[in-house]
């Protein structure tokens, strides 16, 4: 059973930073691209972040090129979301997610709230 | 830049009854990279539909998505309680490389 299980997510004053994880279970991890999708209170859906699986290349949103990195450890089966100057606009849940073969997001995990405010 | 635009932006019906949402793209989107997802509130999405048409695994058949070029369909032939969620449509591909749309709303009448 494929399991992704977001950690990370707080409180945090802008400007500041945070460092969010994924850890994956259930399925081969260095196989797929995997990637973070955040949803705003309220709102819909933004991809954040991709990165294929020998993490040979790298997709951002706009919102986020240049603050956001993204990495993983294929040894630990884990996703990592570094994010710096974060602003208002950045509180949302953060899901992890696995695109599958269909390049669609098959397996999402719960999410992680970030809050960004004063 | 490429734009998903759903509609409506809230469906109102009534369980048993035939709904059908509408995605529509700014550039033409590759059937391939068409997918839909379900969201209740406090939970992950949910894939329904990958490349346009096919149902993820464990989807009822129920579910049934359409279309091609710029315009794509979800169908949910009779609906059950269960089924009163947010739906959204995503491609890849096209600049920036994924993109959604801002979703329906399903709700009962």
């Known amino acids: 059973e494929v399991q992704l299980l977001e950690s990370g997510g707080g409180l945090v004053q802008p400007g500041g930073s945070l460092r969010l994880s994924c850890a994956a279970s259930g399925f081969t991890f260095s196989g797929y691209v995997m990637s973070w999708v955040r949803q705003a209170p309220g709102k819909g859906l933004e991809v954040v972040s991709s990165?294929?699986?020998?993490?040979?290349?790298?997709y951002y949103a706009r919102s986020v090129r240049g603050r956001f990195t993204i990495s993983r450890d294929n040894s630990k089966n884990t996703l990592y979301l570094q994010m710096n100057s974060l602003r208002g606009d950045d509180t949302a849940v953060y899901f992890c997610a696995q695109r599958g073969s269909g390049w669609a997001f098959d397996y999402w995990g719960q999410g992680t709230l970030v809050t960004v405010s004063s | 830049e490429m734009v998903l635009t759903q509609s409506p932006g809230t469906l109102s019906l009534s369980p048993g009854e035939r709904a059908t949402l509408s995605c529509k793209a700014s550039?033409?989107?590759?059937?391939?990279?068409l997918a839909w997802y379900q969201q209740k509130p406090g939970q992950a999405p949910r894939l329904l539909i990958y490349g346009a048409s096919s149902r993820a695994t464990g989807i009822p058949d129920r579910f049934s998505g359409s279309g091609s070029g710029t315009d794509f369909t979800l169908t949910i032939s009779k609906l059950e309680t269960e089924d009163f969620a947010v739906y959204y449509c995503?491609?890849?591909?096209?600049?920036?490389?994924?993109?959604f749309g801002q979703g329906t709303k399903l709700e009962i009448k």
């Open positions: 995503q491609q890849y591909g096209s600049s920036p490389l994924y993109t």
């Open positions: 990165i294929t699986g020998g993490s040979d290349y790298t």
């Open positions: 550039q033409s989107v590759n059937s391939g990279y």
